[in-house]
């Protein structure tokens, strides 16, 4: 089974528009975390935003934000009032089992996002 | 700091030839991964190390593929021989603690592309 499901492989928004980027994820440890990554036509992978398992609050950092759903076991990204630069790929990863440095990373297939004048 | 460094960026190769892939981790981190990307397949982890001692390489595709770390600023990735089908962008990523808090996000380098004619 896949761990880390992303079903869009491709997403059109308008500029200054929201989008959501789906991922779904699969495991049996309690403690884990997750993340997505940008991919510009470039190539570099670019950290985005992090939740952990036992976080409360959903994670935000600037125009992004993660909706994270446990019990759907779903960790969306929203990107708000999006910019032509932000057309890229983007990946959702997961780190089964504590925080430290054994960064273990699962990438799901990615989302190929165009954003549109 | 300036980051993971790749080297080569590019490297064009005919069928059977060795290929060598270099990473220097940021310095000070003690765990060092190897992933490849592929359209088919999509990002994959190859190898992993710890303290230069590798880990985990169950990603390793292959015989033809040896990963090593002599010292803790300096891993390779060596493919011999190549065939077509390792045509991929290879990146070697260390992981970051942030805030005193280690989640465990990596930071990747810039990548090796790869072409095996």
């Known amino acids: 089974a896949q761990k880390i499901t992303q079903t869009q492989p491709g997403m059109f928004v308008q500029e200054k528009e929201a989008v959501t980027l789906d991922c779904t994820y699969d495991?049996?440890?309690?403690?884990?975390?997750l993340f997505w990554y940008k991919q510009p036509s470039s190539g570099e992978m670019i950290f985005l935003i992090y939740?952990?398992?036992?976080?409360?609050q959903n994670a935000t950092e600037g125009r992004y934000s993660l909706n994270f759903q446990k019990a759907r076991k779903s960790a969306n990204l929203v990107i708000s009032a999006s910019q032509l630069g932000d057309s890229a790929m983007y990946f959702c990863?997961?780190?089964?089992?504590?925080?430290?440095?054994?960064?273990?990373?699962?990438f799901g297939t990615g989302t190929r996002l165009q954003v549109t004048l | 700091d300036a980051g993971v460094i790749q080297s080569p960026r590019h490297e064009v190769t005919e069928m059977g030839q060795e290929v060598t892939l270099r990473c220097k981790p940021i310095?000070?981190?003690?765990?060092l991964f190897w992933y490849r990307q592929t359209m088919m397949r999509g990002l994959e982890l190859l190898i992993y190390?710890?303290?230069?001692?590798?880990?985990?390489d169950s990603g390793m595709p292959e015989d033809r593929f040896s990963a090593k770390m002599p010292n803790a600023s300096f891993s390779t990735l060596k493919i011999q021989p190549s065939e077509p089908r390792d045509s991929a962008v290879y990146f070697c990523?260390?992981?970051?603690?942030?805030?005193?808090?280690?989640?465990?996000?990596?930071?990747f380098g810039e990548g090796s592309r790869l072409t095996v004619l």
């Open positions: 495991t049996s440890d309690p403690s884990y975390g």
């Open positions: 990863a997961m780190r089964e089992g504590g925080g430290g440095t054994a960064s273990k990373l699962t």
């Open positions: 939740q952990g398992s036992y976080d409360q």
């Open positions: 190390f710890n303290n230069n001692v590798p880990i985990d």
């Open positions: 990523a260390t992981p970051q603690v942030t805030s005193g808090r280690a989640r465990g996000e990596l930071f």
């Open positions: 310095s000070g981190h003690d765990y």
